[in-house]
């Protein structure tokens, strides 16, 4: 599976951007996909993810009503975008796209994108 992104840069608080993935390779297996971000001096955090079981999207609180995930499928490839509106400075940080095979019992495989940048001044 492999995970190429797009999209990140510098926007004025209240702008938006809109990030891509696109996820290749062999999906068959992927349960779940989103989109996570790492700001300086802080862990990894979920912003937005769809499980393909029940197609239900979960926003981190601090994105909800602003940030918006879509998938688009073709025979080909899968490509995830993440619609970010009303950006704040505080949403500033390396945004890392997601794909993961779910095992169960809380068991699951990670793909990573590379990650790309985006910062938002005050």
């Known amino acids: 599976v492999h995970l190429v992104e797009s999209g990140g840069g510098l926007v004025q608080a209240g702008g938006s951007l809109r990030l891509s993935c696109v996820v290749s390779g062999s999906t068959f297996g992927i349960g779940a996909m989103g989109w996570y971000r790492q700001a300086p001096g802080k862990h990894r955090e979920l912003v937005a993810a769809?499980?393909?079981?029940?197609?239900?999207?979960?926003?981190a609180d601090s994105v909800k009503g602003r940030f918006t995930l879509t998938i688009s499928r073709d025979n080909v490839k899968n490509t995830m975008f993440l619609q970010m509106n009303s950006l704040k400075p505080e949403d500033t940080a390396v945004y890392y796209c997601?794909?993961?095979?779910?095992?169960?019992?809380?068991?699951?495989?990670?793909?990573w994108g590379q990650g790309t940048q985006v910062t938002v001044s005050s």
């Open positions: 997601n794909a993961a095979e779910l095992y169960g019992l809380g068991s699951k495989y990670d793909y």
């Open positions: 769809v499980t393909s079981r029940n197609g239900r999207t979960n926003y």
